[in-house]
């Protein structure tokens, strides 16, 4: 039996029929407001938490912030880094460093395990969180008013490391050059995972304060640009551990967010995908992707 919901639940590209579970859901998600919508993604399913996943959830930007499905997980995503390949492997065809992994993969293993324990180790005291987010005042002038400092307005309030991630790996593969067409062996490290305790952080805080601000506001907050860049440094981060463990060559960038008088380097992004994000898609709508990322 339809609700008045199912109009507002676009199935166009579901793969395989909705359970009823699932259909329930969809419209729980939806009776709050009428000036909210939902599309299903063909990867729609009941996870193993019990938890609805596989869907891009839309409302008015001013609608209340309380009907957002926020997961637990928000910014979780998958970063990958290109290593930069020798100059003497130019016009070979194949890839020594990739071979050369290859070819001892107990070490491969062994040096990968050092590098997650090394995360674990570090991440035990000094887990992201709200607490660690940027100060929004340092000083005061002389006639009383706050004033930011062009350094401390972007750097974190206190140190943190990256939690261990979800997966992390190398991976090789053939490309073709759009330059000169050649086909080319390159070496990829490849980082998914997020920040959980600031994850928590955020989620715990809509539940607080989610009916007395919208979702324009939650989207365009301080809390969702931090908890967004952190967890890709954080992804960054482990990627530079693992080329550093395993000697790679990949693109650095300064992480002039840090905490510290220096900052360090960390990995650049050859390409990145959020599983669990909010975007501002146009003037009058806020979209919620739960494991699905925006194309368009």
Sequence with gaps: MQGPEDERINRSFELYPMTGDELDTCRGLLEPSKHTSLLVMPTHRINELGEFQGFRFNCGSQVSADVLPMS??????TTMSECISREEDSGKGVNTQAIALLSDLES???RMQRVLQRVQDGSMHRKASF???PISADGMHEEGEAYLSDYRRYADSNFWEPEPPDFVGIYHGFT?????????HKLYVV????????SHDFYNMLLDMGDKTTAAEVCESEEVHWLRRAAQRSRAKIIKMVADEFRLDIPLEHDMHEHSANGSYIAVPTAETLQHDIQRTSPDIVSVYNHCCNTE
């Design 72 to 77: 637990r997980r928000m910014f979780f995503g």
């Design 108 to 110: 491969c293993k062994e």
């Design 176 to 184: 073709r050059s759009f330059i000169n067409d050649i086909r080319e």
């Design 131 to 133: 607490q660690c987010m």
């Design 191 to 198: 980082c998914g995972g997020g920040l959980h305790y600031a």
